[in-house]
């Protein structure tokens, strides 16, 4: 595998559900990133993590969990989620020395029932 | 705070028209600036980027400079493709050096090529 990857790419998920989703770098980076992106509104970030702490959560729901186990890895978990999460959801990552280009994963489709 | 303005779309162009999406930004200190595009179905694809004033970034057709005294960073392509239909975003980092590894987009432009 290269780059990032996300898995899984699309999730149906019911308002009662918990699920998880993954994130994996093979770029050898040191700072992830958990994006949402919905139609017509521009990208969200939503955490940041800098060698494996979270250094930023832009008031973020508490239904949206992160977790960095280490500086390859980077979960979001979800539970009791409404219809307007329903969003693309997007990881990136970056070396944290600058000038800061993130790379990112495909993507996972999350849609909320 | 920052911000990244971008030009409405979709802008439509027909194959080997020139193309121009413009790009404006508010920040503080010195900024890196970046354009990333989005083709259907795929995450931000980073196409180029400048990191100081008066930089030209350019990859495959495509160039922005980084014009301090205009506060901008236009993306140009002298002769587009039907395959450069995309969202295409711009975008900058936290440049005051708080070294957040922070990105703020623009709100993106789609493009649609047509033969």
């Known amino acids: 595998e290269t780059g990032v990857t996300q898995t899984p790419r699309h999730l149906v998920m019911g308002m009662t559900n918990k699920k998880s989703l993954k994130c994996e770098q093979h770029l050898g980076h040191n700072a992830m990133y958990w994006y949402k992106q919905s139609a017509k509104k521009p990208l969200e970030l939503m955490f940041v993590y800098s060698l494996e702490e979270r250094v930023e959560n832009n008031s973020v729901p508490s239904r949206f969990s992160p977790e960095c186990p280490n500086s390859s890895h980077l979960f979001l978990h979800l539970h009791t989620l409404q219809p307007e999460d329903s969003a693309l959801y997007l990881c990136?990552?970056?070396?944290?020395?600058?000038?800061?280009?993130?790379?990112f994963g495909p993507g996972t489709r999350l849609t909320v029932t | 705070g920052d911000s990244v303005t971008q030009m409405e779309g979709p802008v439509t162009l027909s194959e080997e028209a020139f193309l121009t999406i413009n790009c404006t930004y508010t920040a503080t200190g010195y900024p890196s600036l970046f354009w990333y595009v989005q083709y259907p179905g795929e995450g931000l694809q980073l196409l180029l980027k400048?990191?100081?004033?008066?930089d030209k970034g350019s990859n495959k057709g495509f160039e922005a400079t980084y014009r301090k005294e205009t506060t901008s960073f236009h993306l140009e392509k002298g002769s587009v493709q039907v395959s450069d239909s995309a969202v295409y975003f711009c975008a900058l980092s936290d440049g005051a050096g708080r070294n957040t590894g922070k990105l703020i987009f623009g709100q993106g432009t789609t493009l649609q090529v047509k033969p």
């Open positions: 990136a990552s970056s070396d944290s020395g600058g000038p800061y280009e993130q790379y």
């Open positions: 400048a990191t100081k004033a008066d």
